[in-house]
């Protein structure tokens, strides 16, 4: 909340400045405490203006101010803002008495003294130098005078205080006026400084240390400036390890899938994705009734033909005995098919492995086809890593070199792993060309490795210097577009 203005009792004000030091100290100590006390730089800049226009006897007090005036080392040459008007009307409404009254500020400011119409005689300047006053005759034409001093801070005119008067002498006079804005100057740059974003006066700072080379102090910060640039751009020359990688994903070293023997049914399931298995443990198991059913079948007639072929032998049948007997086997060869496909609707794993793909607990009694992929397993513990390098980056890539894997699953932990082979085929993945750079894991573990883990990959390609790694993309980019857009 903005506190209220400060209020000059017109009793304590001196009736007369020039006679009345004790009540020219006062009248500065009440302005400066209206400056100290604001919160914001509208608010001291209104505050000082009603209160230079209340010891003036209800004159119009005009404050302007340059968008520079916090910056130490700016030339000056920044436009004025009318910051605020005695008279109570908003000082940025575009209206005639307002621009009159910001270019008298800004008269006074490009001629770095005070300027007043019409002409006084004071006994502080026996000589007068004479001044532009276009403006200033503008603002008297009805009657009366103005009057501005320029507003100093860091040594250098900043602003500009405009008084305007209907009748008779300058109510205060320059040399009264002109030691009041002095004052003025450096509080109303430090809060114009406190308003800006911290990104320009970072910039102000930079430019008032750069400005001031003949310090002793600015010096020494030069020196030490070039030594630490020095010293950077030799760190940024000296060759580094140079990284080369992008998106990996864990995958099994082998991997092997179990298809559907035969036109059936899923009856059960015994292990989901991301179950280990041991050799020979039941994985899935398909509808078996019809199989029983033509196992007994062919048992059955098996049975008859073996009996004929028992009589056809007591009879010394020869003709029988060859026909029962070809009918024989072939009931037995139809049996022994049926056996097989029976042993082959129960899937079992082949060796130690994790089930990658495959989750049919939520389909029993699902209609499979002969060949369809049921499952996928991949031996534990032995993996591969494939990794997805960028076609600007593939030249850097050699069968052998050494890199890091780091795991999204297990971010404090890096695994060695090592370039065994380099796809010469480009994928499109998210919009950019990539080739898939395989590699096996030096060290594998078996501790929370799985197929399916995703993470990002660095390849050891030899060694370049930091600056290189910074700007080779840029540079790379504009010797395309050059070659592309020369004929």
Known sequence: MTPPPVVFAPAALPASPETEPGGTAALALRLQAALLDAVSLDAAADAWVRGVARAAGGARVALALSADASDLSAAGAAPLALLAVSDGSHAADATLPHQRLLAACAECLDQGAPVVWPPVASAASPTRIPRITLVHQALAEAGGGALSVPLVAHG????AVCLQWANGAPP??????????ALAGPVLALLQARQQPWPQRARAAARHAWAAPGQPRQRAWRRAGLVLGALLLMALCVPVGLQVGGQARLEGAVQRVLTAPADGFVQQVHARPGDHVRAGQALLELADQDLQLARQRWQSQLAQHLDALAAAQARADRGQLVQQQSQADEAQAELDLVEQQLQRARLVAPFDAVVVQGDLSQQLGMPVKLGAELMTLAPAGAYRVIVAVDERDIAHI?????????????PWDTLALRVTRISPVALAVAGRNVFEVEATLLQPRADGLRPGLQGQAQISAGRASTLWRWSHRAIEAVRMGLWAWMP
């Open 156 to 159: 250098r005119a900043v602003g």
């Open 172 to 181: 205060l006079p320059a040399e009264l006026l002109q030691p009041l804005a």
């Open 398 to 410: 050699a069968l052998g070199q050494p890199g890091t894997l780091a795991l999204s699953a297990l």
